[in-house]
């Protein structure tokens, strides 16, 4: 399967705990997205990464969200104290020009 | 305010019969209007992109319009199938990937 590849596919935490998420692009696409999307909702940017550099975060992303894409390839996104509030469907997408390729999401479930 | 509406919210039709979502927007600056099919639980998948001008753009049964006058598409699904069973979601893109801007999509249930 050469599309985007996300990991965890669901992940159940309690609040308070940290959780990370791993997305692996397809393999030539410079550009790495990550986005939340809550029931019945379009997702939300998250932030944005240009190869390894992070080029946009959203309003959304609060001090507890960070994200990095070492060597401009994976990317990981971590939550620390997570929140019930967090609870919601994380996607990753990647594009070379312009179309959005987005992976299957996890879906983070806070106790 | 930069913001995406579709309608109806949710379609319930017969296998086979034929169907249109709407999607209007107040975006600017704009740059290509998209729609997607989302599967529940899954990613959103692109079924076309149409930039200002261009009026009409198919992908299979599939066909989407674009009047960037009145600032509304349409997405047409022709001999609906079960697998047509999804949220289709209307985005419009103000100038890069970042910065879309998302409707909340219409449920479309197809029944046999």
Known sequence: ?111 | KNQVEQSPQSLIILEGKNCTLQCNYTVSPFSNLRWYKQDTGRGPVSLTIMTFSENTKSNGRYTATLDADTKQSSLHITASQLSDSASYICVVSMDSNYQLIWGAGTKLIIKP
Request: proline fraction near 4%.
């Open chain 1, 1 to 111: 399967d050469t599309g985007v590849s996300q990991n965890p596919r669901h992940k159940i935490t309690k609040r308070g705990q940290n959780v990370t998420f791993r997305c692996d692009p397809i393999s030539e696409h410079n550009r790495l997205y990550w986005y939340r999307q809550t029931l019945g909702q379009g997702p939300e940017f998250l932030t944005y990464f240009q190869n390894e550099a992070q080029l946009e975060k959203s309003r959304l992303l609060s001090d507890r969200f960070s994200a990095e894409r070492p060597k401009g390839s994976f990317s990981t996104l971590e939550i620390q104290r997570t929140e019930q509030g967090d609870s919601a469907m994380y996607l990753c997408a990647s594009s070379w020009t312009g179309k959005l390729f987005f992976g299957s999401g996890t879906q983070l479930s806070v106790l």
